[in-house]
């Protein structure tokens, strides 16, 4: 039996941690679940794993988890110091599936523990890849990528000769907007961009891949988790995602990693790491999926696939403004305040206008998250007086 504790519990990736949970039972001892503000799914998710202990961080959201759960013997507890103080917690296996630099603490605070970090929050690896894996390094735990593009890397990866790889190749769905004309994209709305073609996911990851700023983040996270640097990582479109990316050898084999659209697999794999286990999703089959197509990827028309780019080649606190702004954007976005075409723009002018600030330090990036996030806010208010 693996103790496991999920960040994020009531999102997209941890409930599908949850399904797996609930398909082998006697294999898991579930100790902590958190969420923001889901307080009733929470206690439900809870009641079905038979956690030990649930966090709510927002504080207001307190006294309905205590009533949802009476008479359970669930500890309860609520706030963000409670949900850092949750990854101190021993357990073998950790999701970090926390969205947004919002995971960032908890994700940090694991990996100095120690155990398992079954990592789907690319956001705090973009932001503090090198803290996390330096912490990783100190404790001793396992860093293991559950992001699929990454986790269909790490499968095939030669870690212990890494010279022999000349690149990696990370597909791309292309998202719902994948043939679309930049004018026709001016007047997308939420709900279209949010209707991924392939996989079903949270609101905020839904627009990153539809703007392909989801691609960015990811060339970003890869160049945190594998010993590559950037030139060595491309983009491939593959509309049907069955193609989770590729490892090219400098013989020129391509090694890949191959499996229905479901976020289960890799999950499984990160979370029974080193074992391998059944899982509940589909498995795929070659004939009924027939046709497996590729295109390149049109920065021209996904400006977010340049702007991080250029990100990841300056390095600093590039990444850290980019994801600050992407978030402020995606949830402006999402409230219609802004246009779909003004996420990117939106990032572009906050990276021109806060310049490098200092990043090294985890103190350092909290400061430059929040001072990217009041600028992109402030140049978005601006932008709302003027229309
Ligand atoms: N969904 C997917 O298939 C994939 C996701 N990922 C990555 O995994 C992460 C999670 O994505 P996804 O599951 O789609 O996201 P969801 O939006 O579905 O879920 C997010 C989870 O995080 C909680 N949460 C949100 N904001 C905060 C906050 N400020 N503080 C603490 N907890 C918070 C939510 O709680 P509540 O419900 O209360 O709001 C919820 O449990 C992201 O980083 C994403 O990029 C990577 C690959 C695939
Ligand atoms: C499932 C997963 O890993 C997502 O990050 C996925 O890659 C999103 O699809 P896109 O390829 O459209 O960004
Ligand atoms: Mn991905």
Redesign the pocket.
């Known amino acids: 039996m693996r103790s496991v504790t999920i ?8 409930e ?1 941690a949850l399904a797996l949970i609930a398909h082998d039972p006697a294999r898991w001892q579930v100790d902590t679940l ?5 307080a009733k ?2 206690a439900e998710l809870a009641g079905q794993c038979g956690a030990r202990h649930v966090v709510i ?1 927002d504080e207001s959201k307190r006294d309905e988890l205590v009533q949802a759960l009476a008479g359970t013997g669930v500890e309860v507890s609520a706030g963000r110091a409670a ?1 850092v103080e949750a990854a101190s917690r021993p357990v073998e296996v950790t999701l970090a ?4 630099a ?2 960032l603490l908890p994700t940090l605070r694991a990996a100095e523990r120690g155990g398992i970090i079954a990592i ?4 705090a690896l973009v932001c503090a890849g090198p803290l996390i894996l330096a912490a990783a390094a100190r404790s001793g735990a396992r860093l293991l990528p ?3 593009e990454h986790n269909a890397i790490f499968q095939v990866f030669d870690f212990e000769r890494p010279e022999r790889v000349a690149r990696i190749i990370l597909t791309a769905s292309g998202g719902p907007f994948r043939q679309m004309s930049t004018e026709d994209m001016r007047s997308v709305t939420p709900e279209q961009a949010v209707a991924h073609p392939v ?7 839904s627009v ?1 891949s539809a703007t392909l700023m ?1 691609k960015g983040l990811e060339m970003i996270e890869a160049e945190r988790l594998f010993p590559i640097a950037e030139p060595q990582i491309d983009i491939v479109v593959h509309p049907q995602s069955i193609v989770h990316s590729f490892v090219e050898y400098v013989d020129g084999s391509l090694l890949a990693q191959l499996g229905t659209p479901d ?1 289960k697999t890799p999950i499984a794999y990160a979370m029974a790491y080193p074992d391998r286990i059944e899982t509940p999703a589909e498995k795929l089959d070659m004939i009924a999926a027939a046709k497996l197509t590729f295109e390149a990827a049109d920065e021209r028309r996904f400006p977010a696939l340049r702007l991080a780019r250029a990100a990841l080649r300056a390095g600093g606190s590039s990444p850290v403004v980019l994801n600050a702004s992407n978030e402020v954007a995606v949830e402006r976005f999402l409230d219609r305040r802004i246009g779909f075409l003004d996420i990117p723009a939106l990032c572009e002018e906050t990276l021109a206008a806060v310049g490098n600030c200092p990043a090294g330090h985890l103190d350092e990036v909290v400061d430059c998250d929040a001072r990217a996030r009041s600028v992109a806010a402030r140049i978005a208010d601006e932008w709302e007086k003027r229309a």
């Not at 599936?97 to 947004?100: D, E, N, Y």
């Not at 789907?120 to 956001?123: L, M, Q, V």
């Open positions: 960040f994020g519990a009531t999102g997209s990736v941890g599908a958190t969420a923001n503000t889901n799914r929470l961080c949900l599936a926390i969205v947004g919002a995971g789907a929050n690319k956001e559950v992001d699929s996989w079903s996911m949270g609101a905020k990851i990153d989801n976020m």
